[in-house]
C-alpha cells in the first residue's frame, strides 16, 4: 500500500468520536504498552544503543508502530465508504434487482449491505469491526487487512525483545532458591549490571506485555489468515455466507439452479488487485464491479431476493408489546417465556395450519435438527477424538444422543432472541409482518 496518499482528514470532527469507544481504547492501549516497553527493554536492558545492532533494531521497532498505527487510523478513519442517500441505477428498470433500503432511502447497491451500527448502507461490506469502530469495506479492506498483518509481525518482535530481556537479566544473574535469592557473582563481574536495575516492577510489566503481545499475534493473526481468504476469492464475510445460503437453497428445494459467485476473477492475483493497488485507491467506484463471463451485474442480488423471499414465506406474524434490544444479557429478559415458548412450538410437530402450511418456528427447529444430525452423521467414528474417548470406555454416541436436547434448546433460544431484536428494531407496538 503506497503511502503517497493520506487519507485520514480530520474535516469532520464527528469522526473524532470514533476513539471514544472500548473497542479502539483496547487496541490503542495494547499497541502503546507492547511498543513501550518493548522499546524500554531493548535500550536499557538487552541491546544499548551504542551498538550497531542496537541501533537497528530500535529503528525496526519504531517503523512497527508507526506502520500498525498508521494502517489502523486509515482503516478508522477512511472508513468503508457509504452508498449515497437517495441511490438508484442508471436504468430505472433495474430497479428491480435490488433491495431498497427505508433508513438510507436508497437502493442497495451491489455487494453494499446496511449497518445498524453506522446506520449506513456500506459498499463491499465485510463486517462491523469493533476494533476499529468502524466498518470493513470497499475504501478500507486494504488499509485493516494490513493492520491484521503487521501487528502480528510486530508483536513478535517485541516478544522476542521481552524474552531475551528476562532471560538476559535473570536467569544469568539470579538462581532462585526454595527460601532465599542467590546472585551468581562470576556472572556479574563477567556482564556488570546497568545503570537502571532491573527490578521486579521491570519484570512485571515486561511480562504482562509478553502476555500482550503473545495474545495479540495468535488473535490478530487468525483475523488475517480468515481475510485473506475471503480476499483471494474475491469474496466478503457476508458474501460467503449468501453463497453457502444459496447452495442450501437450490438443495433444500431441488431446483436443479447452478450458483456461480460472479466476483471471482478466477485468478488469485487478479483477486488481490481488486483490494490492493499501489496507489493505495481501491478499483472501480464501490457501486459497479468486474463480473466473471456468464455473469452479470445483479446476479448476487438477484441471489439475495431469492433469499430474502424464501425468508418471507417463512416468516410469521408477532406483535410487539415491550421495546427490547436484547442487546445485553438476552436470555435474563422472561426466560419463562422462551421456555414456555418452545414448548408450545414442539406441539406443533403433527399439525398444520388451515393453509396447509407448518408453523415456521417448527420449519426453523426442524432445519436446525437435519443440519445437526447430518454434522454428527458425517463425523461420526472415523475421527481420533473418538477412539480416545472409546478408549476410557465412552460412547460418542450416547454422549450426543444426551447433548442434542441441550443443543436443540440453546440454538432455539438463540433463534427466539434474534426474532425479538428483529421485531424491536423495526416497531415498538405495531404489527410486524
Avoid at 521491570?202 to 488475517?224: C, H, Y
Avoid at 476469492?233 to 442450501?248: L, V
Avoid at 447452478?258 to 488487485?273: A, E, V
Avoid at 450416547?398 to 421485531?423: A, D, E, G, S
Wanted: aromatic share 14%; with cysteine; hydrophobic share 40%.
Amino acid at each position: 500500500m503506497a503511502v503517497g496518499r493520506s487519507l485520514v482528514k480530520f474535516e469532520n470532527l464527528h469522526e473524532l468520536k470514533r476513539l471514544c469507544h472500548w473497542g479502539p481504547i483496547i487496541a490503542l492501549g495494547v499497541i502503546t504498552i507492547c511498543s513501550t516497553m518493548a522499546m524500554i527493554d531493548a535500550v536499557l536492558w538487552y541491546w544499548p544503543l551504542e551498538t550497531p545492532g542496537g541501533g537497528v533494531n530500535f529503528i525496526m521497532l519504531i517503523n512497527w508502530t508507526v506502520m500498525i498505527l498508521y494502517n489502523y487510523f486509515n482503516a478508522m478513519f477512511v472508513g468503508p465508504g457509504y452508498v449515497p442517500f437517495g441511490w438508484k441505477p442508471e436504468k430505472s428498470q433495474d430497479c428491480v434487482y435490488l433491495q431498497y433500503c427505508k433508513v438510507c432511502q436508497s437502493y442497495k447497491a451491489p455487494r453494499s449491505h446496511h449497518c445498524r451500527k453506522c446506520n449506513r448502507c456500506v459498499m463491499k461490506m465485510d463486517h462491523h469491526c469493533p476494533w476499529i469502530n468502524n466498518c470493513c469495506g470497499y475504501q478500507n479492506h486494504a488499509y485493516f487487512t494490513l493492520f491484521l498483518l503487521l501487528a502480528p509481525l510486530g508483536c513478535i518482535h517485541a516478544s522476542f525483545i521481552f524474552v531475551m530481556t528476562m532471560y538476559t537479566q535473570l536467569y544469568n544473574r539470579i538462581s532462585f532458591g526454595w527460601s532465599s535469592v542467590r546472585i551468581d557473582m562470576s556472572a556479574a563481574k563477567r556482564d556488570p549490571l546497568p545503570i537502571i536495575p532491573f527490578g521486579l516492577s521491570a519484570f512485571a510489566a515486561s511480562l504482562f506485555a509478553l502476555g500482550l503481545a503473545l495474545g495479540t499475534t495468535i488473535a490478530v493473526g487468525m483475523l488475517f489468515i480468515i481475510q485473506m481468504k475471503v480476499i483471494l476469492r474475491n469474496k466478503t464475510s457476508i458474501e460467503s455466507w449468501i453463497e453457502e445460503k444459496a447452495k442450501d437453497r437450490i438443495q433444500y428445494y431441488h431446483t436443479g439452479e447452478i450458483f456461480i459467485f460472479p466476483y471471482d476473477m478466477g485468478s488469485k492475483w487478479k483477486n488481490i488487485k481488486q483490494v490492493f493497488t499501489w496507489s493505495g485507491i481501491p478499483e472501480g467506484n464501490g457501486l459497479e464491479w468486474p463480473v466473471k463471463e456468464g455473469c452479470h451485474q445483479y446476479s448476487l442480488t438477484v441471489e439475495q431476493l431469492k433469499q430474502k423471499s424464501d425468508k418471507r414465506l417463512r416468516s410469521v406474524r408477532y406483535q410487539a408489546v415491550e421495546d427490547y434490544s436484547g442487546a445485553c444479557c438476552p436470555m435474563t429478559k422472561d426466560t419463562g417465556c422462551m421456555v414456555k415458548e418452545f414448548l408450545t412450538q414442539l406441539l406443533m410437530v403433527k399439525q398444520e395450519s388451515e393453509d396447509g402450511s407448518q408453523g415456521i418456528a417448527w420449519k426453523s427447529v426442524s432445519m436446525i435438527l437435519n443440519w445437526i444430525n447430518q454434522s454428527m452423521e458425517k463425523r461420526k467414528i472415523d475421527s481420533p477424538f473418538t477412539i480416545f474417548i472409546n478408549k476410557w470406555k465412552f460412547s460418542f454416541q450416547n454422549t450426543v444422543r444426551y447433548l442434542k436436547p441441550c443443543v436443540y434448546y440453546f440454538r432455539y433460544m438463540q433463534l427466539v432472541c434474534y426474532k425479538r431484536v428483529l421485531i424491536s428494531s423495526q416497531c415498538k407496538s405495531a404489527t410486524v409482518p
